[in-house]
Protein backbone atom coordinates (compact mmCIF):
# COMPACT_ATOMS: atom_id res chain seq x y z
CA UNK A 1 0.00 0.00 0.00
CA UNK A 2 1.90 3.32 -0.96
CA UNK A 3 0.69 6.40 0.42
CA UNK A 4 2.06 9.55 0.27
CA UNK A 5 2.75 11.81 3.21
CA UNK A 6 2.16 15.62 2.32
CA UNK A 7 3.42 18.05 5.25
CA UNK A 8 2.02 21.25 5.37
CA UNK A 9 3.54 24.23 7.28
CA UNK A 10 1.78 27.35 8.26
CA UNK A 11 3.39 30.10 6.45
CA UNK A 12 5.21 33.05 8.14
CA UNK A 13 3.21 36.20 6.65
CA UNK A 14 5.26 38.82 6.04
CA UNK A 15 5.66 41.44 8.98
CA UNK A 16 3.94 44.19 6.39
CA UNK A 17 0.82 41.61 6.57
CA UNK A 18 0.72 41.66 10.26
CA UNK A 19 -1.97 43.78 12.17
CA UNK A 20 -1.41 45.78 15.80
CA UNK A 21 -4.52 45.25 18.14
CA UNK A 22 -7.90 46.79 16.72
CA UNK A 23 -7.26 50.47 17.98
CA UNK A 24 -10.73 52.87 18.38
CA UNK A 25 -11.12 56.10 19.30
CA UNK A 26 -11.47 54.50 22.66
CA UNK A 27 -7.55 54.04 23.06
CA UNK A 28 -6.85 57.66 21.50
CA UNK A 29 -9.56 59.90 23.96
CA UNK A 30 -8.51 57.73 26.60
CA UNK A 31 -5.41 55.67 26.69
CA UNK A 32 -3.07 58.10 25.00
CA UNK A 33 -4.52 60.84 27.71
CA UNK A 34 -3.85 58.35 30.59
CA UNK A 35 -0.89 56.82 29.72
CA UNK A 36 0.69 59.36 27.56
CA UNK A 37 2.28 59.46 23.68
CA UNK A 38 5.29 58.03 25.16
CA UNK A 39 4.41 54.63 27.26
CA UNK A 40 1.47 54.34 24.72
CA UNK A 41 3.76 54.39 21.45
CA UNK A 42 6.12 51.73 23.51
CA UNK A 43 3.33 49.80 24.23
CA UNK A 44 2.33 49.25 20.57
CA UNK A 45 6.55 48.98 19.79
CA UNK A 46 6.36 45.91 21.90
CA UNK A 47 3.54 44.27 20.21
CA UNK A 48 5.61 44.18 16.81
CA UNK A 49 8.07 42.06 19.10
CA UNK A 50 5.70 39.27 18.46
CA UNK A 51 6.72 35.88 17.40
CA UNK A 52 5.42 35.40 13.94
CA UNK A 53 5.18 31.23 13.55
CA UNK A 54 2.80 32.12 16.93
CA UNK A 55 1.11 34.99 15.44
CA UNK A 56 -1.88 35.78 16.48
CA UNK A 57 -1.80 34.40 19.40
CA UNK A 58 -2.52 37.26 22.01
CA UNK A 59 -0.40 35.50 24.93
CA UNK A 60 3.04 36.02 23.41
CA UNK A 61 5.74 36.47 25.57
CA UNK A 62 9.23 38.34 24.45
CA UNK A 63 12.59 37.83 26.55
CA UNK A 64 14.30 40.86 26.43
CA UNK A 65 17.02 42.42 28.59
CA UNK A 66 16.16 45.80 30.37
CA UNK A 67 18.67 47.61 28.43
CA UNK A 68 17.74 46.04 25.10
CA UNK A 69 14.28 47.26 25.59
CA UNK A 70 16.54 50.86 26.31
CA UNK A 71 17.84 50.77 23.25
CA UNK A 72 14.61 49.96 21.52
CA UNK A 73 12.87 52.76 23.13
CA UNK A 74 16.25 54.92 22.83
CA UNK A 75 16.01 56.05 26.23
CA UNK A 76 18.38 55.13 29.37
CA UNK A 77 17.24 52.22 31.26
CA UNK A 78 15.70 53.88 34.13
CA UNK A 79 13.21 55.37 31.41
CA UNK A 80 12.71 52.18 30.15
CA UNK A 81 11.92 50.87 33.56
CA UNK A 82 9.31 53.65 34.50
CA UNK A 83 7.78 52.73 30.59
CA UNK A 84 7.32 48.92 31.49
CA UNK A 85 6.16 49.85 35.14
CA UNK A 86 3.45 51.87 33.34
CA UNK A 87 2.06 49.64 31.05
CA UNK A 88 2.62 46.83 34.07
CA UNK A 89 0.54 48.99 36.14
CA UNK A 90 -2.02 49.40 33.48
CA UNK A 91 -2.58 45.79 32.53
CA UNK A 92 -1.04 46.08 28.70
CA UNK A 93 2.24 43.78 29.94
CA UNK A 94 2.90 41.09 32.48
CA UNK A 95 6.20 40.32 33.44
CA UNK A 96 7.03 36.97 34.52
Known amino acids: MDKEMIFKI ?4 PRRELSLPALVFHHADHWMKV ?15 CDRQKYPEDNMSHHKDIKEVATAFKCGVNKAQEIIKKLYEYGLVDIV
Not at 38 to 49: G, K, P
Request: charged content about 15%; glycine content about 6%; overall charge positive.
Open 10 to 13: KPNK
Open 35 to 49: LGLEVFSAWLMIYTW
